[in-house]
């Protein structure tokens, strides 16, 4: 085999305290079954209290709300539920959830989250929109139409006069004009209302003041570039400005999700390994991927042609620290920073972190079936899971799963080996990853392979009984305060008091600062 090329996950202390517990996790598999889901309910209240300290940082008020659509885990929402406003110096965002359906608004009231803390966002059907007003939750509307239609449903039901933050979309990149004098055109989306129309939707605020209070607007915006949320962001204040001319009471700018995570331990690593890819679908090397599958790159009489569409799995700035930096940009054409532009308005800010948020808070488990030697001597490694159940593939994330042994001393065999890991469906298709993926020695079946930091997206977005396979149960782990043993119950039989402890709104736990703390 050639050169190994890792893409070794990046693990914090708790999560890597988990995958160093073999004992624990294979007999919560043997228990549950394959695959398994186990999200860790701590680690969620130490990433909300990050995005605090940015706040605090930035002398910002506001409120992080989870975008919850990011995982349908009972655990890490009541958990959320329960952290503690924050202390004086802890930062003054208050923590809340972004419901996006009926189903999550309702799991949301029901997990403590009162209406105060929630945020409805999404495509809305009549039922999703009675609740949100009924019990006075904060409605994102999405078009003129959808305003309309709520202030009727409120004006008809006698319902309390509900709080909306209409969401703008297609943004000029760079507000104005770029140096060419051409317009830069906006990101197109199905959601919002282009933010050159917000005057429409502001003249239906002022006609159904009655029944509709307008306390902010908001955005979500599918792009990684901090530019282009600058100008979001700068726009987004402009438009509240407007509203305090015309005597509305604007309370905040809701500025979506969309932080990103850094899922990979070593840049170095993602370097090497992006660039021995495209050498080998250009024939350079030997094949990394199965059947040249090329991650939307392919090779045209000996150049590449296409882009990789895969997420940057190394983002140095993500999370906590993107947030840092968009309110440290200077605003395109007020020409100060964000965080200032907000201060001196008194705007509160609202995020809506759920990849973010969910870092390092699972991973996913799946048994090793059976082993084969192919004839090119890589591994085909068929597990007791497929594609649907970790989505990694799916979303172009290429990070390598750990490995958990069943035998206390594997024996090394024949040191790193290559793999394909194949999922349990009847179908070609079905893989779960496309490309090679290297491990430390070959797997043997009764192994565990351990998908980390799936929590956000890769756990359950997509899982479904085709062929009638199982998808995977879902536990919550926790450790007493300072306890090395592990605890575990089902997801929906989690509730904070079972974790660490009363939330204090103290540093909690371990895990907390380990990768960025200090650095922030
Ligand atoms: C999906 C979504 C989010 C969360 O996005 P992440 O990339 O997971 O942070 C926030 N707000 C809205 C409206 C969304 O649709």
């Known amino acids: 085999m050639s050169e190994p090329l890792y893409l070794a996950p990046r693990l914090e202390s708790r999560l890597a305290a988990l995958l160093d517990s073999p004992a624990f996790l294979h007999s919560l598999v043997t228990a549950l079954g394959t695959p398994l889901n186990v999200v860790l309910p701590d680690q969620i209240a130490d ?69 105060e803390r929630i945020t409805a966002t999404g495509p809305k059907d009549p039922a999703f929109l009675w609740l949100a007003a009924r019990t006075g939750v904060t409605v994102c509307v999405d078009s003129p139409a959808e305003l309309t239609a709520l202030a009727r449903l409120v004006e008809r039901h006698s319902l309390p006069r509900t709080a909306v ?25 199905r959601f919002g209302t282009p933010s050159d129309e917000a005057g429409a939707l502001l003249d239906l605020a002022e006609k159904h003041r009655d029944s509709i209070e307008l306390t902010g607007v908001s955005y979500h915006l599918d792009t990684m570039a901090v530019s282009e949320k600058a100008a979001a962001l700068e726009t987004s204040v402009k438009v509240l400005d407007e509203c305090r001319r015309r005597g509305l009471r604007p309370r905040a700018v809701d500025i979506g999700g969309g932080f990103g995570v850094d899922y990979l331990a070593d840049g170095a690593q993602w370097e090497t390994y992006t660039t021995e890819l495209t050498r080998a679908l250009l024939g350079r090397r030997a094949p990394l991927t199965w059947e040249g599958h090329g991650y939307g790159l392919r090779a045209e009489n000996g150049t ?47 995020t809506e972190p759920g990849r973010a948020l969910a870092d390092q808070c699972g991973i996913t488990l799946a048994q090793v079936l ?18 649907r159940d970790v ?15 069943r035998r206390k001393r594997p024996s090394d065999g024949n040191g790193p080996a290559a793999a394909y890991l194949l999922g349990n469906l009847c179908l070609e298709s079905d893989l779960i990853s496309r490309r090679l993926v290297f491990l430390p020695r070959a797997p043997r079946p009764g192994d565990l392979l351990a998908f980390v930091n799936t929590a956000g997206y ?37 509730w904070p008091h079972l974790g660490a402890g009363e939330d204090t709104g103290e540093d909690a736990g371990e895990g907390i600062g380990t990768d960025l703390g200090g650095a922030l």
Not at 52 to 61: F, I
């Open 370 to 387: 059976e082993v084969r030697e192919a004839a090119g001597g890589e591994l085909l490694v068929r597990l007791g899971a497929n594609a």
């Open 458 to 494: 890769f756990m359950d977005f997509t899982a479904d009984h085709a062929m009638r396979q199982p998808i995977a149960r879902k536990v919550a782990a926790y450790r007493a305060d300072g306890a090395a043993d592990w605890n575990w119950c089902l997801d929906e039989q989690y």
């Open 391 to 405: 989505g990694l593939e799916d979303h172009g994330l290429l990070v390598d799963p750990v490995l958990v042994s």
């Open 165 to 189: 933050m209409p969401r703008l979309a297609e943004f000029a990149a760079s507000s104005g004009f770029s140096p060419s004098g051409i317009r830069t055109l906006a990101r197109r989306s």
């Open 304 to 350: 590449l042609r296409g882009a990789l569409g895969v997420y940057p799995g190394h983002r140095p700035v993500a999370g906590p620290r993107y947030l840092d930096e968009l309110l440290a940009q200077t605003a395109p054409s007020l020409g100060r920073p964000l965080a200032t532009l907000l201060l001196e308005n008194l705007y509160d800010l609202d």
């Open 47 to 115: 990433n909300v209290r990050r995005f605090q300290e940015v706040y605090a940082r930035h002398r910002l008020a506001g409120r992080i709300s989870f975008a919850h659509k990011a995982n349908r885990s009972s655990a890490l929402v009541r958990r959320l539920a329960a952290v503690a406003p924050a202390r004086p110096g802890a930062g003054t965002a208050a923590v809340g959830i972004d419901v996006a359906s009926l189903g999550e608004l309702q799991h949301a009231l029901g997990a403590g989250f009162t209406p």
